[in-house]
């Protein structure tokens, strides 16, 4: 750690957030012939040490004889505040070195609404926060993730991003770097050249065009560069490196347990989500590879918590046999395995009580709809009676407590459907009543947030809700859902529009980020701290119309901003989806069904991988 940060730490919350030397951190010698690049999470340290793809990239990078990985998270705002008090820069843990002086600097985009860290963070670094600003000696900014799917608001701050899967294509990067740092190359050469990686996005070297205001397309300033930039994609996730060890702090921080991910995709369909339209297609992970990486991650770290990770872990198609090879080999040792995604259907709650013989905490779902119509209109493949089925039996084989997940202002929604979430809650909650066995009360939670148009999805032409609709429809399930048996949570509408801004923004949104970052916005997705006042002021300083980006419908004829960056789903397949929607028709699941024609299994040398199928090859 640097040690000017040592007289801070009593003077901040959370000390051990800034002190380093956890169990399995990477300390590597700093030497010229060593590619050294900060991996940057834009968020605070509890949040980050969580992220799996973050220990991923952190064991690939440092298993490399000729490079390393030191890790740099958002400083709390107590910490910063001293920081920039006594002029001391933002630096990583494991050496304490400037984050200026890395060879590249790459932070992960997990959600718009850490938008204003990255440049907070460029800002404690002294790192010019403009692409255009920066010269010879500073580092090459860039950043990978969900979000890089639509990366045009942050296009002026990153020098290049890589879409899709990072596990083979940072060591194109770093080999890259490499060699044309020793070759004395100029950064821009170097950004040439990064432009010919497939999956490598340089957004100086692409030119947006307006015309009347309205966005019209993007341009490639060279003929050598492509017009559409396609995500890497691994067609086999066994061969791809998994960490054996993953650093185990010190203090209490978010998902802190052994992680492995059993599957990668999902070709459920559901029209509003993003993560199973541009991680496709599904591949599936060995089980017996999958039992040695826990063996071996349990043996590094002394974790007591195995956690089978993907979109949608039921989904697994040998989760049943895994779970069990893994309780049968751990559940004497004290460690215990969970599963952060369940299906709705009763397989789950067979699978539950496997995973919860001993205490059962709880149990959650997501209806996403309240109505048989809505859910069909979003292609959420499951029912009332689905939902029945697993809730009695989930009370009979003792749970008590319920969590259902909802949205509101899906596309189509009506009264209608509001009315459908809360007689589903208090229907749970009857049956907890007669079909009960613990002798606790039964309980049921109902989280609800507001549904946000994300790129690339059937449901990215549909405008969101207004403010005043959303809170309106908050307020009314709040009135319909007051009962002492259930919970109500709720999401800001704030979060939900800034959210709906950026998803849908082009570059020109670039202005008002900074200007939200000068005037004092951060951590926008904590609660406490988001300034929505601030927000508005920095759309009107810098003439930006927030309503026009998140509430419009888009007809599908326009342009859209991150058309050239392709997850490889065709937009002939979202289009087609959209109007299945309006019709209220389900998409089958092309694993167990017909293809879908989404395009990717067409548009890459990748489909489908599913254990029992390859067994049986």
């Known amino acids: 750690m640097d040690q000017r940060l040592v007289p801070l730490l009593p003077l901040v919350t959370k000390p051990a957030r800034y002190t380093n030397h956890e169990v399995n951190a990477q300390h590597k010698e700093w030497s010229e012939d060593r590619v050294k690049m900060a991996l940057a999470f834009p968020d605070i340290y509890d949040v980050g040490m969580g992220h799996l793809g973050f220990k991923i990239l952190y064991a690939i990078i440092n298993g490399r004889s000729d490079a390393l990985a030191e890790r740099v998270y958002a400083p709390w705002v107590d910490m910063q505040k001293l920081m920039e008090e006594r002029g001391i820069p ?45 010269d010879e000696g500073d580092p090459l900014v860039l950043a990978g993730g969900p979000c890089a799917f639509n990366v045009e608001p942050l296009a002026d701050f990153l020098d ?22 020793q070759q004395g190359i100029s950064r821009k050469e170097i950004l040439r050249e990064l432009a010919r990686v497939p999956g490598v996005y340089v957004p100086s070297f692409y030119q947006p065009i307006y015309a009347g205001g309205t966005f019209q397309r993007i341009e490639p300033l060279y003929p050598d560069l492509p017009a559409q930039i396609d995500k890497r994609v691994a067609p086999d996730l066994g061969a791809l490196p998994f960490p054996e060890e993953f650093v185990v702090p010190f203090a209490e921080v978010v998902h802190d347990r052994t992680m492995v991910e059993i599957l990668r995709g999902c070709t459920r369909g559901c029209r509003f989500c993003q993560a199973g339209m541009i991680y496709r297609p599904v591949r599936e992970r060995d089980p017996e590879l999958l039992k040695e990486q826990v063996a071996k991650i349990v043996a590094s770290t002394g974790y007591d918590e195995i956690s089978l990770s993907s979109l949608s872990s039921g989904d697994y198609t040998q989760i049943r046999s895994l779970v069990k090879d893994l309780i049968d080999a751990y559940q004497g040792c004290g460690v215990s395995v969970s599963l952060p995604s369940l299906r709705l259907d009763s397989f789950a709650v067979e699978l539950a009580q ?22 069909d209109v979003i292609n959420k493949n499951v029912s009332d009676q689905d939902l029945k089925e697993v809730v009695q039996a989930a009370f009979q084989a003792g749970w008590h407590r319920i969590k259902l997940y909802f949205m509101i202002g899906l596309p189509t929604e009506t009264e209608e459907d509001l009315d459908g979430i809360a007689d589903l809650a208090h229907k749970v909650l009857s049956w907890g009543r007669e079909f009960r066995t613990s002798r606790k009360r039964p309980e049921v939670t109902v989280s609800v947030s507001s549904f946000v148009p994300k790129p690339h999805t059937p449901f990215q032409w549909v405008g969101q809700d207004s403010l005043e609709l959303l809170t309106s429809k908050q307020n009314y399930l709040m009135e319909r859902l007051r ?23 082009d570059r020109r949104l670039g202005a008002a980020l900074e200007r939200a970052v000068d005037l004092g916005c951060q951590f926008d997705s904590w609660g406490d701290q988001l300034r929505f006042d601030l927000w508005l002021q920095a759309f009107k300083d810098t003439g930006i119309d927030a309503v026009h980006y998140a509430q419009r419908d888009i007809d599908p004829a326009e342009a859209l901003p991150w058309s050239h960056l392709s997850p490889g789903v065709d937009a002939e397949f979202l289009l087609r989806e959209w109007n299945l929607a309006r019709q209220g028709v389900p998409t089958a699941d092309c694993r167990w069904d017909l293809c879908s024609r989404c395009g990717v299994c067409f548009n890459y040398p990748v489909a489908n991988r599913l254990v029992e199928a390859s067994r049986g090859e």
């Open 160 to 181: 290049f991003v890589v879409l899709g899967e990072g596990e083979e294509v940072i060591h194109e990067i770093l080999d890259l770097v490499k060699e044309k740092k």
């Open 483 to 505: 009962h002492p048996g259930i919970q109500f949570s709720l999401h800001q509408v704030e979060h939900s529009f800034l959210e709906a801004v950026f998803s849908r923004g």
């Open 354 to 375: 496997d995973i919860q013989k001993a205490r059962k905490t709880g149990l959650t779902f997501a209806p996403e709809a309240g109505t048989q119509r809505l859910r």
């Open 90 to 134: 933002l630096t990583s843990l494991e050496s304490g070195r400037d984050l200026a002086s890395f060879d590249l600097v790459g932070f992960t985009l997990q959600h718009e609404l850490s938008y204003t860290n990255i440049l907070k963070m460029l800002d404690l670094a002294g790192i010019p926060r403009r692409t255009s600003a920066r």
